[in-house]
């Protein structure tokens, strides 16, 4: 009679049967954790492009908004720029701001280092190579009273009123000197005049740097940031008190930054009702490289914008190869050979409100 029990050939099949039952359960869990962290990956780097190409598209739509004032200087006339090295994008004393007002944008095409006429406030150590730097100009859409506590410092402020009343003009100074603000406008019931507000003016420049976090807390070493992974992130630099620009991150990831520009330059006779050439509708296409570099009445007469970017994601796939290209408008993008990094192209096209709708 047969004793109760495994015999050892039965326990043995019984134990790998177990264990090919526990391989594959350990692999469906590494499987599953591999794929959250990279669906987690993905939506880090799809939440970054989009806030990106969102963040820069809304200053876009805000660019050349001066309140009432809109009578700045046109190609040919006294005030207007004469290079793009002459609206000084870096400049942070106030008689010197003006110059730029003119052009409510102007970008410089990516090249081997960082664009000359933004190296006094753009520090090479933090440029990525090869990527566009764009810069906006515009009047905050929120005022400030002359008497409110918060005019204080070195902050430049503008202040406008109305071309129907005299004197038509606006007047920028440091938000120190209140007195410098003298500008009036009729009150509700016209029998007196009240102070005109005031408008923040802002100059903010975006570009591509190097890291997110730099180890020096200053600026990117391309080796020992982001903890020894170096981030490619999209950062701005916005005049601010002192007068100075101040350096801000905005988005990780941000490994490529391009732009197409749409130029109206068609009528070219001046419209005596608009004051301005063409008709608010762009003429023709540039990426205003340099083999066809834009001058200062072409950023004039610019109109509408399309922005491209690439942002990848801030860690590495395991076992993945980036062999694409990477269609930005004009120009293409192909990552390194051999790249660990999952990427994706986001573009979108933006008006230039307050330039192409004075032309209408």
Same mark, same amino acid.
């Given at each position: 009679? =047969?004793?109760?029990?495994?015999?050892?050939?039965?326990?043995?099949?019984?134990?790998?049967?177990?264990?090919?039952?526990?391989?594959?359960?350990?692999?469906?869990?590494? @499987?599953?954790?591999?794929?959250?962290?990279?669906?987690?990956?993905? *939506?880090?780097?799809? @939440?970054?492009?989009?806030?990106?190409?969102?963040?820069?598209?809304?200053?876009?739509?805000?660019?050349?908004?001066?309140? @009432?004032?809109?009578?700045?200087?046109?190609?040919?006339?006294?005030?207007?720029?004469?290079?793009?090295?002459?609206?000084?994008?870096?400049?942070?004393?106030? &008689?010197?701001?003006?110059?730029?007002?003119?052009?409510?944008?102007?970008?410089?095409?990516?090249?081997? *280092?960082?664009?000359?006429?933004?190296?006094?406030?753009?520090? %090479?150590?933090?440029?990525?190579?090869?990527?566009?730097?764009?810069?906006?100009? =515009?009047?905050?859409?929120?005022?400030?009273?002359?008497?409110?506590?918060?005019?204080?410092?070195?902050?430049?402020?503008?202040?406008?009123?109305?071309?129907?009343?005299?004197?038509?003009?606006?007047?920028?100074?440091?938000?120190?000197?209140?007195?410098?603000?003298?500008?009036?406008?009729?009150?509700?019931?016209?029998?007196?005049?009240?102070?005109?507000?005031?408008?923040?003016?802002?100059?903010?420049?975006?570009?591509?740097?190097?890291?997110?976090?730099? %180890?020096?807390?200053?600026?990117?070493?391309?080796?020992?940031?982001?903890?020894?992974?170096?981030?490619?992130?999209?950062?701005? +630099?916005?005049?601010?008190?002192?007068?100075?620009?101040?350096?801000?991150?905005?988005?990780?990831?941000?490994? @490529?930054?391009?732009?197409?520009?749409?130029?109206?330059?068609?009528?070219?006779?001046?419209?005596?009702? &608009?004051?301005?050439?063409?008709?608010?509708? %762009?003429?023709?296409?540039?990426?205003?490289?340099?083999?066809?570099?834009?001058?200062?009445?072409?950023?004039?007469?610019?109109? *509408?914008?399309?922005?491209?970017?690439?942002?990848?994601?801030?860690? =590495?796939?395991?076992?993945? &190869?980036?062999?694409?290209?990477?269609? +930005?408008?004009?120009?293409?993008? &192909?990552?390194?050979?051999?790249?660990?990094?999952?990427?994706?192209?986001?573009?979108?096209?933006? =008006? +230039?409100?307050?330039?192409?709708?004075?032309?209408?």
């Amino acid at each position: 009679m =047969r004793a109760r029990g495994f015999s050892l050939v039965e326990f043995m099949i019984a134990m790998t049967i177990g264990l090919f039952l526990v391989a594959g359960l350990v692999y469906l869990i590494s @499987e599953a954790s591999r794929s959250r962290a990279e669906i987690e990956r993905s *939506s880090r780097q799809i @939440e970054n492009g989009r806030y990106a190409i969102d963040r820069i598209a809304e200053d876009l739509r805000h660019a050349g908004y001066f309140s @009432e004032y809109y009578q700045l200087p046109s190609p040919g006339q006294a005030g207007f720029p004469a290079t793009t090295a002459a609206a000084q994008p870096c400049a942070t004393a106030v &008689t010197d701001l003006p110059a730029g007002m003119p052009l409510a944008i102007q970008a410089y095409d990516g090249g081997g *280092s960082v664009p000359a006429e933004v190296a006094a406030c753009l520090s %090479a150590a933090d440029y990525k190579t090869g990527t566009d730097v764009l810069v906006v100009r =515009r009047a905050s859409t929120s005022t400030i009273a002359k008497s409110d506590p918060a005019v204080v410092g070195t902050q430049p402020y503008i202040q406008v009123n109305s071309p129907m009343f005299a004197p038509p003009n606006y007047v920028m100074d440091l938000g120190s000197n209140t007195g410098s603000f003298t500008l009036r406008f009729p009150t509700t019931n016209s029998s007196g005049v009240a102070d005109a507000m005031l408008r923040r003016y802002m100059v903010r420049i975006y570009f591509v740097s190097k890291c997110n976090v730099p %180890a020096s807390g200053l600026t990117c070493n391309g080796v020992s940031d982001d903890g020894g992974t170096p981030i490619p992130t999209l950062k701005m +630099l916005e005049l601010g008190p002192g007068p100075a620009f101040q350096k801000l991150a905005l988005a990780e990831g941000i490994e @490529e930054l391009q732009f197409d520009f749409g130029i109206d330059d068609q009528p070219a006779a001046v419209n005596p009702a &608009t004051g301005f050439v063409g008709d608010g509708v %762009a003429d023709r296409l540039s990426m205003c490289d340099g083999a066809s570099p834009c001058s200062t009445t072409d950023w004039h007469n610019v109109v *509408s914008v399309q922005i491209n970017l690439v942002a990848r994601n801030t860690e =590495r796939s395991p076992g993945y &190869t980036d062999d694409k290209t990477y269609s +930005l408008g004009l120009k293409g993008y &192909t990552a390194a050979p051999g790249d660990p990094y999952r990427r994706h192209a986001y573009s979108t096209f933006v =008006r +230039l409100n307050n330039t192409s709708m004075r032309r209408e």
